[in-house]
């Protein structure tokens, strides 16, 4: 009886924490439709989209502040971009990080073309 209890307290809690996952990325990516963003991508623990006159990153975490957890690039002001170990480098100063070679290529040959 104990080890109902317990199990179905801990099956309770996956599912709370499930749900909040869900609605953080359901705001991420609404977020990213809204700005009109191309090519969003979800690896390494962030989305990473390409937008009119900007590139954006948004980290997921347990809790989400659009504004606090986003990075921003302006398109006119990157000069030169890199790919190099898994990685899009910007600048030689901000590193954007991919887990899947497709997903980097990918956003690589778009943020190349929307530069130029």
């Known amino acids: 009886m104990i080890f109902l209890v317990v199990f179905g307290f801990i099956a309770l809690i996956v599912i709370v924490l499930n749900v909040m996952d869900n609605s953080?990325?359901?705001k991420?990516?609404?977020?990213?439709?809204s700005k009109n963003c191309q090519n969003?991508?979800?690896s390494k623990g962030s989305y990473k989209g390409i937008c009119e006159d900007e590139v954006m990153e948004i980290s997921n975490s347990f809790t989400v502040d659009l504004e606090k957890n986003k990075t921003i690039y302006k398109l006119n002001e990157i000069k030169n971009?890199?790919?190099?170990?898994?990685?899009?480098?910007?600048?030689?100063?901000?590193?954007?990080k991919f887990k899947e070679?497709?997903?980097?290529d990918k956003f690589y040959k778009s943020l190349k073309e929307k530069i130029n």
């Open 24 to 26: 953080n990325l359901q």
């Open 28 to 33: 991420i990516e609404n977020y990213f439709k």
């Open 40 to 42: 969003i991508i979800y």
């Open 81 to 96: 971009i890199e790919k190099k170990n898994m990685a899009i480098i910007i600048n030689n100063s901000y590193t954007i």
């Open 101 to 104: 070679k497709k997903n980097i």
